[in-house]
């Protein structure tokens, strides 16, 4: 028999979860854990921040619990059925007497928390049409001035300015520095967006940086800054790291360029391009204005062709040698009727100089009249009557005596 045996002291409930809840505390093997499981009842409080969920495996579950300010941290977002690993410490929540853990970070287990964090963003906007081809702008064909989102210190500024120059050395730039890394510089990313935005004196804008690491271009797959491109105005070029290097920035954005480089060209024309083409236009114009000239001039003759039968002139012509034919035939027929007119008055006067009592009387005949009534006969007459004798010279008065 143990004579040290004591008998069972009566404690509350509280008091015992109190006193497993230390026993919990004390053990430094709790304190520090990492507990790998698939997330399930997951509860997310958005008014106070805390995450509410449990870990299981194929044969437990432990409830969990990650408190704002820890949560806040997470550079994704937990979804049921995801499989995650969670740093924390193990200890009792006393009213229910609850074990469970408290997290204090979680990572998804075998993907990266920032690559989790992109393809859920890049998701949600995609949801939200922020990628669709139908949105996106044109770029401008001849921009007189672009503005220029990165470090003034990078080697991208150089490249984007060296290919401006050299392609369209007319272009006014604009830098707006801003840091391409690092805390604060997806906020400086996105007033300098909205900077442009609202003052809107540029024709298109280039943002973009050098390449990096996923951690370096981060800033680039901020969603503020994503909203504030797709909200712009101006056209947007992303140049973002390097040819295999995407970033929300890419996608969001009326054109992505694989390089800074690239952005500039993208962005302007060639000026040599521009002279070969002007004198390629040129020549086709040259060429064409001779077509157009020799099509109107073979025209023109034919018009001058068919105006010469139409001129009045020669009508005109025509006609006045048409009259003067006609003006010579009726002269020619007036002369003949003349003429034989002439001769029928001709032979008409003669009947009538044959006829003519003047003519007869200077032949030495003489016309007698009584009370002016030419006398034809003798029995007309009676003794005594007065007659008037005409002679072709004059004439007397006579009487009749026998």
């Known amino acids: ?40 009842n997951l509860i997310d409080h958005y008014a106070s921040g805390h995450i509410y969920l449990s870990l299981k495996d194929s044969k437990a579950v432990i409830k969990a619990v990650m408190f704002s300010f820890n949560a806040s941290k997470l550079r994704f977002k937990p979804q049921n059925g995801m499989k995650v690993l969670a740093r924390g410490r193990v200890s009792i929540y006393e009213p229910s007497g609850q074990y469970q853990l408290y997290i204090e970070d979680m990572q998804p287990d075998g993907v990266g928390a920032l690559t989790l964090q992109f393809e859920q963003l890049k998701e949600k906007l995609l949801k939200e049409g922020l990628f669709d081809k139908s949105r996106k702008k044109p770029l401008p064909a001849f921009p007189k001035k ?56 540029c024709d298109v804008v280039i943002i973009g940086r050098g390449g990096g690491s996923m951690e370096d271009l981060w800033a680039f797959n901020d969603e503020t800054l994503a909203r504030a491109i797709a909200a712009c105005p101006v056209p947007v070029i992303s140049a973002v790291g390097h040819e295999t290097d995407f970033t929300i920035c890419d996608f969001v954005s009326d054109m992505r360029a694989p390089t800074p480089s690239a952005a500039a060209e993208l962005a302007v024309p060639d000026r040599k391009e521009q002279s070969e083409f002007l004198l390629q236009q040129r020549q086709y114009l040259f060429s064409l204005s001779d077509r157009f000239l020799s099509k109107q001039t073979s025209q023109l003759n034919s018009f001058s062709s068919s105006l010469e039968k139409l001129d009045p002139k020669k009508d005109y012509s025509d006609k006045l040698k048409n009259i003067e034919n006609l003006t010579v035939r009726l002269k020619s027929v007036i002369d003949g009727a003349v003429s034989k007119k002439s001769k029928e008055l001709s032979e008409l006067k003669g009947s009538l100089f044959a006829l003519d009592p003047a003519s007869i009387l200077r032949r030495g005949y003489a016309v007698v009249s009584k009370d002016n009534n030419t006398v034809n006969s003798l029995k007309e007459l009676n003794k005594d009557d007065i007659v008037n004798i005409r002679f072709s010279d004059g004439s007397v008065s006579a009487k009749v005596i026998d």
């Open 1 to 40: 028999m143990n004579n040290n045996f004591t008998a069972p002291k009566i404690i509350s409930v509280s008091m015992l979860n109190t006193y497993l809840k230390g026993i919990l505390d004390s053990d430094p093997n709790l304190q520090y854990v990492f507990v790998s499981g698939e997330i399930s």
């Open 146 to 201: 672009i503005a220029v989102i990165t470090s003034p210190t990078g080697a991208a500024l150089q490249d984007i300015r060296n290919i401006l120059s050299r392609r369209w050395p007319y272009i006014q730039v604009e830098l707006i520095p801003v840091l391409v890394q690092g805390e604060g510089a997806a906020s400086q990313l996105t007033n300098a967006v909205n900077f442009v935005a609202q003052n809107n004196n």
